[in-house]
């Protein structure tokens, strides 16, 4: 192959990279403007194209929904880089220079700021409506993959502690979902009006005293008793 098809293809695939990215800021656009139900049409429209260059550059419905999953969760993880000061772009969370009570509160307003600021974005991630008008049947497995990046950090995070204590890792990887599942069930209710009047700060400290007091263990000296 010619060096000039491999800079055409080169071309070409930063174009259609480009070309995803705006689509996927449209689409999101689209869900602020209408909610978590809009639909194909509304996306396309708030692109202004059609739903066919969609189904072209993400295949399907579910395509577009793990496109847009993935830009939250880029979005959670820059907001956990701002409160402790660093980018996460390209850095684990577990290899950040920070104590840990302050990562996973880091984490946990980061994701209860996202519900916040943007709760029909929220409600598309964990709902999944999209996908549910095109398989049913996989949207709750489609919606579980969206907390997953985030509680594998958490879980590095926790793996590394124990590590460094000299106790068998195992644990961390349920522990992350663990943290990150709780976190989320208490967003939802908060969503919803179920917890009362409480801000988002308030409801960070509470969750984060509350996975602090069983995640802290991680970090114990090795030769701690268990009480």
């Known amino acids: 192959m010619s060096t000039t098809t491999d800079g055409r293809s080169a071309r070409w695939d930063a174009h259609r990279q480009q070309r995803r990215v705006e689509l996927v800021e449209a689409a999101l656009h689209a ?9 194909m049409d ?11 260059v969609f189904y072209r550059h993400f ?13 939250v969760d880029e979005l959670i993880l820059r ?9 996460l772009r390209e850095t684990d969370l577990a290899e950040l220079d920070e104590d840990p009570r302050s990562l996973i509160a880091a984490a946990v307003r980061a994701y209860l700021h996202l519900v916040e600021r943007d709760p029909e974005v929220y409600r598309f991630i964990v709902s999944a409506p999209i996908v549910v008008a095109e398989r049913a049947g996989n949207a709750a497995e489609v919606a579980a993959d969206t907390t997953g990046r985030m509680a594998l950090q958490i879980g590095d995070l926790i ?12 644990p961390a990887r349920v522990w992350g979902l663990s943290l990150v599942g709780m976190v989320r069930a208490a967003a939802d209710a908060w969503l919803a009006g179920e917890v ?3 801000s988002a700060d308030e409801l960070t400290e509470q969750l984060t005293d509350l996975a602090w007091h069983g995640a802290k263990t991680a970090w114990s000296p090795a030769h701690r008793s268990r009480a």
């Open 159 to 170: 793996a590394q502690g124990l590590v460094a204590r000299g106790s068998d890792p195992a």
């Open 59 to 71: 295949t399907d419905r579910s395509g577009l929904y793990r496109a847009v999953a993935e830009r």
């Open 31 to 39: 869900i602020r403007e209408h909610g978590a139900s809009v639909g």
């Open 79 to 87: 907001d956990v880089g701002r409160v402790v000061g660093q980018s």
């Open 42 to 52: 509304e996306i396309a429209t708030s692109a202004s194209t059609s739903k066919t």
């Open 196 to 198: 009362g009047e409480i």
